[in-house]
């Protein structure tokens, strides 16, 4: 089995700065992409920004530029670095990764349990 584990939600202001963790663990032969998706109260879960095994990183339009996806791939971890947070931020975050857990597997989609992040005043 394959889990993945967030970290780092939490309450902050406008304007401000929070940093979330994933960690992929158990019966791990090769991840290749791995994402940040987030979904708010009444709406379709949507991606954020995902980064593959080598790097390349791709980004929703709504934050570009504010939003940095990074890869440890040593420790299966994905981090996003979220600043210049807005109220429109506010959604539960997931944690995505495509996992093959033994040779020639297809790589299957795996979740985290996901973390609360509230852009508030």
């Known amino acids: 089995q394959v889990q993945l584990v967030e970290s780092g939600g939490g309450l902050v202001q406008p304007g401000g700065s929070l940093r979330l963790s994933c960690a992929a663990s158990g019966s791990i032969y090769r991840i290749t992409n791995m994402g940040w998706y987030r979904q708010a109260p009444g709406k379709q879960r949507d991606l954020v920004a995902a980064i593959t095994s080598g790097g390349n990183t791709n980004y929703a339009d709504s934050v570009e530029g504010r939003f940095t996806i990074s890869r440890d791939n040593a420790k299966n971890t994905i981090y996003l670095e979220m600043n210049s947070l807005k109220p429109e931020d506010t959604a539960v975050y997931y944690c995505?990764?495509?996992?093959?857990?033994?040779?020639?597997?297809?790589?299957?989609?795996?979740w985290g349990q996901g973390t609360q992040v509230t852009v508030s005043s």
């Open positions: 995505n990764a495509g996992v093959s857990t033994r040779r020639f597997e297809v790589p299957r989609d795996y």
